[in-house]
């Protein structure tokens, strides 16, 4: 991305010779970093949580919570897959380019990261729920907090 970006400031700048596909391809290259940093983000259970009334139960206590969303969350990331998974193979389906600039890119791959990204952040959400209900139940010991210093 930052290759594009510094090409096409070369171009324009120097060069007076702006390019039509630079914007556009940096917002997808962009869009799909986004979208996966997401799944990586969960993976490292980087996202934002209140933790107010978390931290006043024990660990097992904790645990249910997590079991409780977790399914929560297995059910929407499923029902978001579907919708995606359509939204994509529509764009497949319609050999989709964009209308955005004169370069018009096929977009039709950079859709097809949204079933990708839903799919994988599913899955990492079915292991968080296993591990989950395991120290819920006993089984396994709550994973060590690992704070940032």
């Given at each position: ?6 090409y ?34 969960h ?40 919708v ?39 899955l ?12 819920a ?13």
């Amino acid at each position: 991305m930052m290759a594009v970006l510094s090409y096409e400031i070369a171009a324009r700048y120097l060069f007076n010779s702006p390019t039509s596909w630079a914007h556009e391809t940096t917002t997808m290259i962009y869009g799909t970093f986004c979208i996966l940093a997401g799944v990586y983000t969960h993976r490292h259970h980087g996202h934002v949580r209140s933790e107010a009334v978390y931290h006043l139960f024990p660990a097992r206590g904790r645990a249910w919570l997590d079991v409780i969303t977790g399914g929560i969350g297995l059910v929407i990331f499923a029902v978001f897959f579907y919708v995606v998974f359509e939204f994509a193979a529509d764009s497949w389906a319609k050999n989709e380019h964009s209308s955005k600039s004169t370069w018009a890119p096929p977009i039709y791959p950079f859709k097809s990261v949204l079933p990708l990204a839903v799919g994988l952040m599913w899955l990492q959400s079915l292991s968080h729920f296993i591990r989950d209900l395991m120290v819920a139940l006993g089984i396994t010991e709550p994973r060590e907090e690992v704070t940032e210093q």
